[in-house]
T-cell receptor, first 114, second 112 residues
Framework: DAGVIQSPRHEVTEMGQEVTLRCKPI?????LFWYRQTMMRGLELLIY????????DSGMPEDRFSAKMPNASFSTLKIQPSEPRDSAVYFC????????????FGQGTRLTVV | QQQVKQSPQSLIVQKGGISIINCAYE??????FPWYQQFPGKGPALLIA?????SEKKEGRFTISFNKSAKQFSLHIMDSQPGDSATYFC???????????FGTGTRLKVLA
């Protein structure tokens, strides 16, 4: 398996534009997580899914953020409209359930909103 | 109560020295404590993990020390090498929630 795959690796967009980040989890993993990483706040959990169903979205900063998981092999994180303070590295991670197990992270998407 | 506090924010160690990173938590329901290592441009990767029923776990040069009563745990890197230069995150989770709460990270630099 190629691991967790995220795209794009880098995204530069203008304030007000819609941004969509994509993630393909490891096959067979039933949990998927979206994290945001900044220097000030470290790694923040935004939302996570179990078997494609959102379980906890309490970390989503505001209504401008939305996430979907239409099937077991694909998830998106959308920001609309984007703002400069959304600039960060966004990570997707996946893991299997059944107890505490290793979460495998993708390489991240570096988002810059100008 | 969901926070995991990590210190120091950054650390510089000479090659061959011992690197120590500390974390503290409040939620006594946490029952799994992993450490993740992140190199620039990469996602975090699991380094070592411990459960609260043991006080220490060692894997090679990396050791986790766990103090349940103090609600603290730490990562020790023995014989630190320049290749260990990375950002280290402690984390905690509760069985059944499946989500990790991460510390804010420690940027380690090991001088050659």
């Amino acid at each position: 398996d190629a691991g967790v795959i995220q795209s794009p690796r880098h995204e530069v967009t203008e304030m007000g534009q819609e941004v969509t980040l994509r993630c393909k989890p490891i096959s067979g993993h039933d949990y998927l997580f979206w994290y945001r990483q900044t220097m000030m706040r470290g790694l923040e959990l935004l939302i996570y899914f179990n078997n494609n169903v959102p379980i906890d979205d309490s970390g989503m900063p505001e209504d401008r953020f939305s996430a979907k998981m239409p099937n077991a092999s694909f998830s998106t994180l959308k920001i609309q409209p984007s703002e400069p303070r959304d600039s960060a590295v966004y990570f997707c991670a996946s893991r299997v359930g059944g107890g505490p197990t290793e979460a495998f992270f993708g390489q991240g998407t570096r988002l810059t909103v100008v | 109560q969901q926070q995991v506090k990590q210190s120091p924010q950054s650390l510089i160690v000479q090659k061959g020295g011992i690197s120590i990173i500390n974390c503290a938590y409040e939620n006594t329901a946490f029952d799994y404590f992993p450490w993740y290592q992140q190199f620039p441009g990469k996602g975090p990767a699991l380094l070592i993990a411990i459960r609260p029923d043991v006080s220490e776990k060692k894997e090679g040069r990396f050791t986790i020390s766990f103090n349940k009563s103090a609600k603290q745990f730490s990562l020790h890197i023995m014989d630190s090498q320049p290749g260990d230069s990375a950002t280290y995150f402690c984390a905690a989770t509760t069985s059944g929630t499946y989500k990790y709460i991460f510390g804010t990270g420690t940027r380690l630099k090991v001088l050659a």
